[in-house]
T-cell receptor, first 114, second 113 residues
Framework: KAGVTQTPRYLIKTRGQQVTLSCSPI?????VSWYQQTPGQGLQFLFE???????NKGNFPGRFSGRQFSNSRSEMNVSTLELGDSALYLC?????????????FGNGTRLTVT | GESVGLHLPTLSVQEGDNSIINCAYS??????FIWYKQESGKGPQFIID?????DKRQGQRVTVLLNKTVKHLSLQIAATQPGDSAVYFC????????????FGGGTRVLVKP
């Protein structure tokens, strides 16, 4: 079974631009979560989607948004990029909720903002 | 605020020895705990999980212990191998929070040959 797939693997953008990252979950998984990983802040939760609905949201500004499609694939968008948005963005999928099944992560998209 | 943390940022272990990675959590409402391993250039890889109604769970070469009294979690790796060199994260969640995981800061494990 294929794992979580994230595209692209690397992105370089300029301040003020916007970016869209894509995630394909493991087949059959309906929950998709997004995390930001930086050396300073570690792994931080962005948001979770389940059956096309945002189920939970972390403490990030409104510039960070996401959506999930009917096939469970998900995208996240960051608008008006800032230098501090440089990070590894990780997508994870699971069958259900925490405690029912673990999250499985992709290898991430490395975003560099210059 | 609520947090999950690790006591040791770096752990050096001789190949063949056992490793113990510790993690403290502060939210007594946490009811699900997971350990992840992250190698360079890759995303976190699921190792083992445990629910709050258990205090021990074993996998292949790994054991997770949960002490709810002192809010402490540990991961034991038996017969550590060079391939175990990585950063290990503990994470916690509460059923009410869906799949929102709170991660610890990570511990780097270096296996010496």
């Amino acid at each position: 079974k294929a794992g979580v797939t994230q595209t692209p693997r690397y992105l370089i953008k300029t301040r003020g631009q916007q970016v869209t990252l894509s995630c394909s979950p493991i087949s059959g998984h309906r929950s998709v979560s997004w995390y930001q990983q930086t050396p300073g802040q570690g792994l931080q939760f962005l948001f979770e989607y389940f059956s096309e609905t945002q189920r939970n949201k972390g403490n990030f500004p409104g510039r960070f948004s996401g959506r999930q499609f009917s096939n469970s694939r998900s995208e996240m968008n960051v608008s008006t990029l800032e230098l501090g948005d440089s990070a590894l963005y990780l997508c994870a999928s699971s069958l259900g909720s925490a405690g029912d099944s673990p999250l499985h992560f992709g290898n991430g998209t490395r975003l560099t903002v210059t | 605020g609520e947090s999950v943390g690790l006591h040791l940022p770096t752990l050096s272990v001789q190949e063949g020895d056992n490793s113990i990675i510790n993690c403290a959590y502060s939210n007594s409402a946490s009811d699900y705990f997971i350990w992840y391993k992250q190698e360079s250039g890759k995303g976190p890889q699921f190792i083992i999980d445990i629910r709050s109604n258990m205090d021990k769970r074993q996998g292949q070469r790994v054991t997770v212990l949960l002490n709810k009294t002192v809010k402490h979690l540990s991961l034991q790796i038996a017969a550590t191998q060079p391939g175990d060199s990585a950063v290990y994260f503990c994470a916690e969640s509460r059923k009410a929070a869906g799949n929102k995981l709170t991660f610890g800061g990570g511990t780097r494990v270096l296996v010496k040959p």
